[in-house]
């Protein structure tokens, strides 16, 4: 049993070190890097890969408690925004932000609605359209859970200075940008190939 522990545990520690994953050095070239220049760009990725973790903990958390999939979460957090800045939510803004068809907007909103998350009325100026708001009890649930939560990760962004700022931002930025990539090149190498 000590030595699986010893193995997962070495395992672990190198599933984001090049040295250990790319040895022959055929897709990251690392070689006019020292040790430590290696070690703290493998904690660099770690950090990320702990917060990615964080993050899905503390989605899964608020799933359990509230019982929503993923766009019905962004739908709760599209109605809070509205709510808080004064906006009237229509199916058809919330079909648009979500990239959804009215109909799948339409069984969410049932979804929501049946939970007890939302309510649906007449809109004010629109005879045509209806208005999305979010309950007073959800609202809370969501305030207490995701907002908590970004507020505390706000706090760790304004402890940087703004040069530090934008360099995480041109760092995620281009973190995000690598999963573009890796997308084409799955389409690619399964013959799909985008519109021209």
Not at 10 to 26: F, H, K, S, T
Not at 162 to 176: G, K, Y
């Amino acid at each position: 049993m000590a030595d699986q522990d010893e193995l997962l545990s070495q395992v672990e520690g190198a599933i984001l070190d090049p040295r250990a994953v790319d040895p022959n050095q055929d897709l990251v070239d690392y070689s006019g890097m020292d040790e430590a220049e290696i070690d703290q760009i493998g904690r660099v990725l770690q950090s990320i890969r702990n917060w990615r973790e964080a993050d899905q903990q503390m989605n899964l958390i608020f799933i359990n408690h509230m019982r929503p999939n993923e766009n019905d979460m962004k739908a709760l957090r599209f109605l809070v925004i509205c709510k808080n800045k004064g906006l009237v939510a229509t199916p058809g803004s919330l079909s648009e932000y979500l990239n959804i068809s009215s109909a799948s907007t339409t069984k969410l909103l049932d979804r929501l609605e049946e939970a007890g998350h939302i309510g649906r009325s007449p809109h004010p100026s629109d005879r045509r359209a209806l208005m999305i708001t979010i309950t007073q009890k959800t609202h809370h649930r969501v305030h207490d859970t995701v907002g908590r939560t970004h507020a505390r990760r706000f706090d760790v962004a304004a402890r940087l200075t703004p040069d530090e700022r934008e360099i995480v931002i041109r760092f995620l930025d281009d973190l995000s940008n690598t999963s573009d990539e890796a997308q084409e090149r799955l389409d690619a190498a399964a013959g799909i190939h985008p519109p021209a």
